[in-house]
């Protein structure tokens, strides 16, 4: 039973268009999340994340919005570049769990010139 | 400034055989952590350590083992490899900074 769910396998954005991905969590102690990117032959690297006492949090063309009521959570990227494509990761963790990290399974992002 | 190295990056092997993955950072890092990754079902946790000597099983800890005699280094056996163990894995550690993960070994149980 997947604990963190990104129901969109895929993305495909035009460049210079918003892309909006999604994750969704079930486990109410989960209280940080975090996005990681991922690109072919490389291990996932870290890009944004926020605190569940916010609901927004924002670092550059990234802003992550965070609805704790409804379990959900969403990258924004704006503008789209083709070098954001990739496959990004939604994680989860819960305060004193030695930062073990629960993954959604992934959306790969294609952004179109 | 080489921050997580797993090695080796590709390996192939027979079922039964038996082999260690090794990951090394050098950041100092009191955690460090092993994943898989298979297609349609994001990492999955294997083991974990929070420090030297120190070793916890993670979600997927069966057929796996580790172990972490120096700080920088954290250490995934397989004693008898199954198809089942054919995988991506990544080491992690994480520190004041997040998680850093190394790029990956990619593993063929045939």
């Known amino acids: 039973d997947q604990q963190v769910k990104q129901n969109s396998p895929s993305l495909s954005v035009q460049e210079g268009r918003i892309s909006i991905l999604n994750c969704d969590y079930t486990?109410?102690?989960?209280?940080?999340f975090l996005w990681y990117k991922k690109y072919p032959a490389e291990g996932p690297t870290f890009l944004i994340s926020?605190?569940?006492?916010?609901d927004k949090n924002e670092d550059g063309r990234f802003t992550v919005f965070l609805n704790k009521s409804a379990k959900h959570l969403s990258l924004h990227i704006v503008p789209s570049q083709p070098g954001d494509s990739a496959v990004y990761f939604c994680a989860a963790l819960s305060s004193g769990s030695a930062r073990q990290l629960t993954f959604g399974s992934g959306t790969q992002l294609t952004v179109l010139p | 400034n080489a921050g997580v190295t797993q090695t080796p990056k590709f390996r192939v092997l027979k079922t039964g055989q038996s082999m260690t993955l090794l990951c090394a950072q050098d950041?100092?890092?009191?955690?460090m952590y092993w994943y898989r990754q298979d297609p349609g079902m994001g990492l999955r946790l294997i083991h974990y350590s929070v420090g030297e000597g120190t070793t916890a099983k993670g979600e997927v800890p069966d057929g796996y083992n580790v172990s972490r005699l120096k700080k920088q280094n954290f250490l995934l056996g397989l004693e008898s490899a199954a198809p089942s163990q054919t995988s991506v894995y990544f080491c992690?550690?994480?520190?004041?900074?997040?998680?850093?993960f190394g790029d990956g070994t990619r593993l063929s149980i045939l």
């Open positions: 486990n109410s102690m989960f209280d940080y």
């Open positions: 926020i605190s569940s006492i916010k």
């Open positions: 950041m100092n890092h009191e955690y």
């Open positions: 992690a550690s994480s520190g004041v900074t997040g998680e850093h």
